[in-house]
């Protein structure tokens, strides 16, 4: 059985760091693709980072990039997102999803990931 849980969220004061957490069992972690998505109240989901673990190839949205990094521990089975100098548009609930295909993109759409993690909130106070 597949599992994604994701953890880490909270709330924090605008410029402030957090770092979510997705623990993955089940599939062939090293050469799946791991995205973390967000949606806020009344918006779409919408993909921010992805991660190919084999290859240590990492993408991420323009909202985010150069703020938020994602890496990956191979031993633990466990992706990160490492939120830094955060703002109150990006209060959201964070997914973390994955593609056993491997496809490495920060912009398809959220039909294309098999299997889900619960969400975890993150609120950013300004």
């Known amino acids: 059985e597949v599992q994604l849980q994701a953890s880490g969220g909270g709330l924090v004061q605008a410029g402030g760091s957090l770092r979510l957490s997705c623990a993955v069992s089940g599939l062939t972690f090293g050469n799946s693709a791991i995205a973390w998505f967000r949606q806020a109240p009344g918006k779409e989901r919408e993909g921010i980072a992805c991660?190919?673990?084999?290859?240590?190839?990492?993408v991420y949205s323009d909202s985010v990039k150069g703020r938020f990094t994602i890496a990956s521990d191979n031993a633990k089975n466990t992706v990160y997102l490492q939120m830094n100098s955060l703002k109150p548009e990006d209060t959201a609930v964070y997914y973390c999803?994955?593609?056993?295909?491997?496809?490495?993109?920060?912009?398809?759409?959220?039909?294309?990931?098999?299997?889900w993690g619960q969400g975890t909130l993150v609120t950013v106070s300004s």
């Open positions: 991660i190919v673990s084999d290859n240590d190839d990492t």
């Open positions: 999803a994955a593609d056993v295909n491997g496809v490495l993109s920060a912009h398809r759409s959220p039909n294309s990931y098999e299997y």
